[in-house]
């Protein structure tokens, strides 16, 4: 066999001396080439904590929270009374006015609903009247006066049974006066 012989063959590239480059991204080679000194030192990667996070928004809800917690509270309060106040303005009581004595002829006025008065003249004792009163204020009053006759005269004011008011006076034009809270009864 034919060896060929050195002429023949056809001339090889010289190995490149010196170790293979590097390469960086898109193939280039790396900046700067091995064997450069680098223009700043290569720091480790660092660990680096997770990012927190804000703090105001958990505050500015929490405010909101109590805030509408707050209004919601006032409302129920504020129906809650409107309810009470609505039945008490419908709720009824009787009250029973009574003069008493030993006058002959006595002037009597008293408070019947809606804070009207009623008043009677030249009246005969014992006297009493019936009268049922309604509406948020329950204030009742009952003024008797003795003719020049004189003599003992007695106011009572009663509502739902128990006695509100009581006064006594005597002498001639005597004046007995009784005011009460019939809604406290």
Partial sequence: MNEPTPESQPPQNPAPSGPPPQYGQGGYPAYPPPGYPQPYPQA???????????????????????????????????????????????????????????GRAVAITYSGRDFNTAQETAVRLPWNRSVTIDGLAKTVSLAATNDISGGTITCQITANGKTIAEQSSSGPFATVRCIGNAGAA
């Fill in 44 to 102: 480790p990667y660092a660990y680096q904590p997770p990012k927190k996070r804000p703090v105001w928004p958990w505050v500015l809800g929490g405010i909101f929270v109590v805030i509408f917690l707050c209004i919601g509270a006032c409302v129920a309060f504020v129906g809650g009374v409107a309810s009470n106040i609505d039945k008490e303005t419908k709720r009824e009581v009787e009250v029973i006015y009574a003069v008493s004595g030993s």
